[in-house]
């Protein structure tokens, strides 16, 4: 098959606008508390509201992407993006918000289905390994940058700046609530994309086994399996994590050291994501090296740590553990994902569909955090973290893969590879 770089370039794309849009809602978070009036606990069904997306339309996406194909898919993920953003953008408040955030998720869970596939044919199986790093190297830089953007955004909507974006933003985003002028960004940039994609042709994608979800017997003798469940809830323990994280560190140096959320705030959790991307490159090179276990194992204790330092620590302290804690989670996904399927012989694919769903774990623990907070404070509810930080740390321990990762037995091996 020809491949197709330009196709190449827009899964990439993808890649970004999905982080792009995934994880902004951290910063957010302390503008909706103090605009909408909110407590914690209900803070904490912001991204219940996204993240709970995942559980209901993985599965499902995928036997859509089957029935329908990958074009009408990516279309209707991105019409579902643009929707949930335009309606909150028009009809600010706080039950808009969960009706918005669900959409975007439900957008966002049919896009992530879709483009791994895609992404192996249109670039070409001998260059997968390469593009899907690079893929998640666009996927990280996005994190890293929508913070800025939020912090941009606030500082300067409103502000009297000339520049056509700024000018327009100003006649439609309420003078009170300058962050919603985000998803006045997110949906043009999900309406942009639904006319890019429409205007591309696609290549035909033949699904592999291991690709291709199967709702019969398979299905049926997976979710069957005790080990099957202990790593869906690895996925979900993890997910949880880095949204647990990620959701309240804004929230948490406000509270804690009168951080501004716009500026400071904003930046941290821009480091965090920016981390993690970076400690993705040096897990490639440690997992070459050492057992997939054992470096899951050491990460998931330099999380832990880092955690009881940006909790209790001092806030110079905080703002270098809260994105170190996003290095040390950089490798837990793909870890804890690889570790399932290759201790799995048959049915990779529906049993990645079932992983897949386990990212709605980003739903249920900032949930948590939220309503712990309203009755021990947020410092003290972040401890719950430890909880699926334990169970991710036992994965190394208890996990008995089929087959385990390639490692090199020299450095000249090494360079080699």
Not at 221 to 244: A, D, N
Not at 338 to 351: C, Q
Not at 382 to 404: D, E, H, K
Request: contains cysteine; neutral net charge; hydrophobic residues 60%.
């Amino acid at each position: 098959m020809q491949r197709n770089p330009f196709l190449v370039i827009l899964i990439l794309i993808i890649f970004f606008v999905i982080s792009f849009l995934t994880n902004i809602l951290g910063p957010i978070i302390p503008d909706i508390v103090r605009d909408f009036k909110l407590s914690l606990g209900l803070a904490g069904f912001l991204p219940f509201a996204f993240f709970v997306a995942y559980g209901v339309m993985s599965i499902p996406a995928g036997l859509m992407v089957e029935k329908y194909g990958e074009k009408k898919v990516l279309v209707w993920a991105f019409l579902m993006a643009f929707i949930g953003a335009f309606l909150f953008a028009i009809l600010p408040g706080f039950s808009i918000a969960l009706l918005s955030l669900f959409l975007i998720g439900i957008g966002m869970a049919m896009l992530q289905v879709v483009i791994n596939p895609l992404l192996r044919v249109a670039g070409g199986e001998e260059k997968f390994a390469f593009n899907s790093v690079l893929a998640q190297l666009f996927f990280g830089g996005a994190s890293f940058l929508s913070p800025l953007l939020y912090s941009y955004l606030v500082q300067h909507v409103q502000g009297g700046e000339s520049g056509f974006l700024l000018k327009l933003l100003n006649q439609v985003v309420p003078e009170n609530l300058k962050w919603v002028s985000l998803y006045w960004v997110f949906a043009l940039i999900a309406l942009v994309m639904v006319l890019i994609i429409a205007l591309i042709k696609f290549p035909k994608v033949e699904l592999k086994d291991d690709e291709r979800i199967d709702i019969g017997g398979s299905l049926g003798e997976l979710v069957r399996s005790k080990q099957v469940w202990l790593f869906f809830l690895g996925i979900f323990c993890y997910v949880g994590t880095e949204q647990g994280i990620a959701n309240w560190i804004s929230q948490f140096l406000q509270l804690k050291h009168g951080v501004d959320p716009g500026t400071g705030g904003a930046s941290v959790i821009s480091n965090y994501w920016g981390l993690l991307t970076i400690g993705c490159l040096l897990g490639l090179l440690l997992l070459k090296i050492f057992d997939s276990r054992h470096v899951l194992m050491l990460f998931t204790a330099g999380a832990i740590l880092s955690l009881f330092g940006a909790l209790f620590g001092s806030l110079e302290m905080a703002l270098i553990a809260f994105p170190a804690i996003g290095f040390f989670a950089s490798v837990m996904y793909s870890v804890i994902f690889s570790l399932a399927l290759n201790s799995v012989p048959m049915h990779h694919g529906t049993f990645s569909g079932i992983l897949c769903a386990g990212i709605s774990g980003g739903a249920v623990f900032p949930l948590i955090v939220g309503g712990l907070a309203e009755w021990l404070g947020l410092q003290w509810a972040m401890l719950f973290l430890l909880v699926p930080m334990g169970y991710i740390f036992s994965i190394g321990v208890w996990a008995r893969p089929l087959v385990s990762n390639d490692r090199v037995s020299s450095f000249k091996e090494l360079f080699a590879s």
